[in-house]
């Protein structure tokens, strides 16, 4: 007498769903749609980017000087051996 293979499969599935316990879906949340105006988004969007522009250019003083201070210091190292 054989077993359909159909059969061993589906009681395997059912042996291994206990182990590893119910899983809950996630929760869907019903919230209201906020209001969207175009235009302000464009220029909070170009502030943000402004900003950021002048940030970067703030940093580069800093960086110069820092290259400047690391590149001194090796010079310095090379001609004390």
């Known amino acids: 007498m054989s077993v359909p293979l159909t059969l061993t499969i589906q009681q395997g ?3 291994l769903k206990p182990m590893f316990g119910h899983r809950p879906k996630p929760k869907k949340f019903d919230l209201p749609l906020r209001y969207y105006n175009p235009e302000k988004e464009k220029s ?6 402004i900003e950021t522009r002048m940030r ?4 580069q003083g800093g960086r110069v000087l820092l290259y400047a201070g690391i590149l001194c210091f090796v010079v310095w190292v090379i001609s004390r051996l």
Request: a positive charge.
């Open 13 to 15: 599935a059912a042996m």
């Open 44 to 49: 909070r969007r170009e502030r943000i980017r």
């Open 56 to 59: 970067r250019k703030d940093r």
